[in-house]
């Protein structure tokens, strides 16, 4: 089991999360973040920080996202690592408001 970012960072890419994670299990790519199920410790630290609600425990995925689970393991795979906080990116203040109404 690990947590799981899900579209809802897309376009975002806020990385208050990767300051919590303990064992540096993020990756990140030009447009989010996603999680290496693999390292992930499952210490959940990361969901309640997320400003925009993108990360979920993946056995508690909400309707329509299981798919991320997938896209997680395949895009960790594929990025590379993030151990520090970077700035959101540009729009991503629009966006949290969009998500958040």
Known sequence: MAYVVTDACRGCRYTECVTVCPVECF??????????????????????????????????????????????????????????KIPPLPGADEQARRLAS
């Open 27 to 84: 990756h990140l790519d030009e447009q989010m973040t996603y999680i290496d199920p693999e390292n992930c410790i499952d210490c959940g630290g990361c969901a309640p920080i997320c400003p925009v609600g993108a990360i979920h425990p993946s056995w508690q995925m909400p309707a329509g996202k299981s798919d991320w689970v997938e896209i997680n393991r395949l895009r960790a795979a594929e990025t590379p690592v993030i151990a520090a």
